[in-house]
Nanobody, 119 residues
Framework: VQLQASGGGLVQTGGSLKLSCTAS????????MGWYRQAPGKQRELVAS???????DYTDSVKGRFTISRDNAKNTVSLHMNSLRPEDTAVYYC??????????????WGQGTQVTVSS
C-alpha cells in the first residue's frame, strides 16, 4: 500500500490550504484515514480522522477551522485548513488504517508534506 500526499506550502496567518492523500488499491479493507502533524521538537499528533462511515474527529486546536473529508470510491482523504495560525506550522502526514482479510490491523503513512504559516 502506498499513500501519495499533495498540497501544503507557505501561507500567511489567516490563509487557507488543502491537503489531499490517495491510498493505492489494496486487497486489505480500508478503514479510518486521517492526518497527523509533527512540529520541530514536538511529538507527532493526530489532527483529524474520518472513518469509512464518515465519522470525524478533530484535535481541539483545529475544531471549527479544519475540515476532513474522504472519497471512499477513490481512497482519498482531504484536509481543508482555514484560518491558519503560525502554530499550525508542521509536517503533515497522511495515515490510513487497513484491516487484513484475517483481521489484523495495518497502518500506512504518507511521505509528509510541509505546511508553514507565516505571521
Amino acid at each position: 500500500v502506498q499513500l501519495q500526499a499533495s498540497g501544503g506550502g507557505l501561507v500567511q496567518t489567516g490563509g487557507s490550504l488543502k491537503l489531499s492523500c490517495t491510498a493505492s488499491e489494496s486487497r486489505f479493507s480500508l478503514n479510518a484515514m486521517g492526518w497527523y502533524r509533527q512540529a520541530p521538537g514536538k511529538q507527532r499528533e493526530l489532527v483529524a480522522s474520518i472513518t469509512s462511515g464518515g465519522t470525524t474527529d478533530y484535535t481541539d486546536s483545529v475544531k471549527g477551522r479544519f475540515t476532513i473529508s474522504r472519497d471512499n470510491a477513490k481512497n482519498t482523504v482531504s484536509l481543508h485548513m482555514n484560518s491558519l495560525r503560525p502554530e499550525d506550522t508542521a509536517v503533515y502526514y497522511c495515515n490510513a488504517k487497513f484491516r487484513t482479510p484475517w483481521g489484523a490491523p495495518r497502518d500506512y503513512w504518507g511521505q509528509g508534506t510541509q505546511v508553514t504559516v507565516s505571521s
